[in-house]
């Protein structure tokens, strides 16, 4: 049975990976992710049904329009694919759990957020609104199902936790930290918080070291400089995805 899910999940994140190429296009540009329909940016024809198919049309058309022959970004097939890959992870990670919707959901909204901030240095509140209104009632789901209420209270304090520790940076130095940022910690504060307090602060704390290692190797290679704006969306997205995977392993020998 676990296979079956598993599977589910992995087609379900290539048709999710594919709609996220439409929002992280479209939401920065404050455009309606529903209408119209997926089109060429270069030339404006809508996409075919046969052209639509996620990794596998990109690869089939060698990466360019039918219809004008311009080049379509690897970023396409690669978000298509990175969302496959992590919706079965995760899925095989839960199992058979009420919680799993919840975490599909955050996964998919940190895939967008990292995504949209590394192109566009922002964190759009679109986004966020989406993952706070999604993942309260999926969190309330196993609460229901398995009498988990201090788990679902726990959420609610990881993401004040969260919230809170990143404001105060926040007014402390303002450049430094945008509330995009801000508001994005308070929902992996929400979701990690689920799992423990201590999920939320691990998340946090791998968040900022990627964060501080990835700045040092873009400075570093003159990537970026000193005086420029990094990213820290992708950095907290990377910390949140490996305190999913890995956090209650590193606790329970953090504990010993």
């Given amino acids: 049975m676990l296979g079956v899910i598993v599977t589910l999940c992995a087609v379900l994140g ?12 479209r939401v920065p540009r404050k455009e309606s992710v529903v209408s119209p329909p997926s089109h060429c940016p270069s030339c404006g024809t809508q996409i075919a049904v046969r052209d639509n198919l996620p990794v596998v049309s990109w690869v089939l058309l060698r990466g360019r329009c039918r219809a004008c022959a311009e080049p379509i970004s690897a970023r396409y097939p690669l978000i298509e694919a990175l969302t496959g890959v992590l ?39 679109r986004i966020v609104t989406v993952a706070l209104f999604l993942g309260i009632p999926a969190l309330l789901l196993p609460a229901a199902a398995d009498h988990r209420w201090d788990d679902f209270r726990g959420a609610l304090v990881g993401a004040l936790l969260g919230l ?34 201590r999920y939320v602060l691990l998340g946090l704390f791998l968040g900022f070291l990627l964060g501080s290692v990835g700045g040092i190797l873009l400075i570093a290679t003159k990537i970026r400089s000193r005086k420029d704006h990094i990213p820290f969306a992708p950095f907290l997205a990377a910390g ?16 010993r």
């Fill in 164 to 197: 809170g520790m990143l404001l105060a940076i926040h007014l402390v130095n303002p450049r430094g930290m945008g509330m995009g940022d801000v508001k994005l910690a308070g929902i992996l504060g929400l979701y990690l918080g689920f799992l423990g307090v």
């Fill in 240 to 255: 949140a995805m490996l305190t999913v995977f890995i956090g209650h392993g590193f606790l329970d020998w953090y504990g």
């Fill in 87 to 125: 919706f079965a992870a995760v899925a095989i990670h839960f199992g058979r759990v009420w919680e799993l919707p919840a975490f599909l959901v955050f996964t998919a909204c940190l895939i967008a957020v990292a995504f949209i901030d590394l192109e566009h240095f922002i964190v759009p509140n």
């Fill in 14 to 25: 290539l048709l999710v990976g594919s709609f996220l190429n439409v929002v992280i296009h």
